[in-house]
């Protein structure tokens, strides 16, 4: 490939913003229908979760060719890179701060909201609300904490030997950083199987499941961020030069373990 004549990445021409677009809307119409009851609103809602899982996939690997073919990324680039997944982090940080404020406003302030046929009632001045059991935050919860502290120094490993070129302690760090992940998750479906709260009992349980249960979501997809990474390592397409794909998962990760580390303290242990 002849070198390029400027810092800057014109991409070519794609079908997948286009297709994500239409992809989104099929999710929408799909839960709304769902949500309304409507016939196979289901069917269209995971119609749509596959069409963009397949539009990432061809999307996310058009920039990872840019990057190894094309020698697209360029240091202005990756800089341009880096500026996006900052700000994406940082919209996630306020997706999680709105579960957060909710929490925290229920339980400084139980009182009496959305009282409608009496579900959402908090007792005054009672937190949690009377007949919700919490969950110890000693049992499950604190060896998930240990779970995803232990994953957070081992994507570290991974990095460093990244950077050094030990592509070795690169592989069986991103190994062990994957499979904490899936340990985290498997944990997480064992826990919500012995808490003796449903979604809908009250103020409480519905923040607890929204915040939690988002942040495992965003466990999965980190794992799955990473799973790509190892895969891309064992072939061996990662170079301590060019590795943006691997910087950006372990970022996206080491945030994942911030978000836990406040919600392991402040609805776990403080919020019980």
């Known amino acids: 490939m002849a070198k390029p004549k400027h810092e800057f990445h014109l991409v070519n021409p794609s079908p997948y913003p286009i297709i994500t677009t239409v992809s989104m809307l099929v999710v929408a119409i799909g839960a709304i229908m769902f949500m309304h009851e409507k016939p196979h609103g289901n069917v269209i809602f995971y119609l749509g979760m596959m069409m963009i899982i397949a539009s990432a996939f061809g999307w996310w690997r058009e920039v990872i060719r ?3 073919h094309d ?3 360029t240091k202005v680039v990756q800089t341009g890179l880096r500026i996006g997944m900052v700000l994406f982090i940082v919209s996630e940080v306020m997706f ?3 579960f957060f404020f909710s929490f925290f406003k229920s339980g400084l302030d139980p009182v009496g909201i959305l009282d ?3 579900i959402w009632v908090t007792e005054q001045g009672t937190w949690p609300p009377a007949g919700i059991e919490t969950l110890s935050a000693w049992d499950l919860p604190f060896i998930n904490t240990l779970v995803l502290l232990l994953s957070g ?3 570290t490993w991974a990095h460093h ?6 592509r070795k302690g690169q592989i069986q760090g ?6 904490l992940g899936i340990c985290f998750t498997i944990l997480q479906v064992v826990e919500y199987g012995h808490a003796t709260f449903g979604f809908s009992e009250g103020v409480y349980s519905s923040n607890f499941y929204m915040a939690t249960g988002f942040h495992g979501f965003h466990v999965i997809i980190g794992t799955i961020f990473l799973a790509v990474c190892l895969v891309r390592s064992i072939r061996n397409t990662l170079t301590p030069q060019h590795h943006l794909g691997f910087e950006f998962a372990a970022w996206y990760w080491h ?3 911030i978000v836990w580390l406040f919600l392991f303290v402040w609805v776990y242990i403080w919020g019980a």
């Open 66 to 68: 840019e990057g190894i």
């Open 71 to 73: 020698k697209a990324h």
């Open 96 to 98: 999680f701060f709105a």
């Open 116 to 118: 409608a046929d009496g």
């Open 153 to 155: 120094t081992t994507v």
């Open 161 to 166: 030997s990244l950077l050094k070129g030990n």
């Open 174 to 179: 991103l190994f062990l950083t994957v499979f």
């Open 255 to 257: 945030f994942v373990d």
